[in-house]
């Protein structure tokens, strides 16, 4: 299975710009064979849609459309081997990294980078980091720390039939 990272609102198979390059160069070539665009979307994994259009950027700007282009903005700070052991640990849980909670919070993704990685990253440039490896913020239920369960249970079991209001006649 190929691992995506997550960039905008789209995504791309993990790879270099050359060898992403080279898999999109094959598919012309095979299509040029005689080898059905559904049959290249499945040896090369990747979606029929995706083939197609190479090809019609193929037919429109030849090989030339479909070369590396540069990657604008500034590069990720982890590599993308970094990133897949990062996912790793955050499925894990906050616990098996010696927190009190299961809570990922910012602070502590941060704190985990650095540890592991070695790389420095603002806390507030985190939920990024998190948003583009496809995890999403959670709100943890907020429960009272004097609830107690088994005097909640037996309150509805005993008293709340007793309150509850009876259909009228």
Known sequence: MAYTIRQGDTMRTAGSPKLLEKRRLDAITLIEGGMPQVAVAKKLRVH????????????????????????????????????????GILDKGAMACGYQTDLWTCPRVAKVVGKRFGVGYHIDHVGRLLRSLGFTPQKPERVARERDEVAIKRWVRRDWPRLKKKPSA
């Not at 193929?58 to 982890?78: F, H, I, N």
């Open 48 to 87: 029929d849609r995706t083939v197609r259009d190479w090809v019609a950027i193929y037919r429109r700007q030849g090989s030339k459309g479909l070369l590396a282009k540069p990657v604008p903005g500034r590069p990720t700070k982890l590599k993308i081997a970094q990133l897949k052991a990062l996912v």
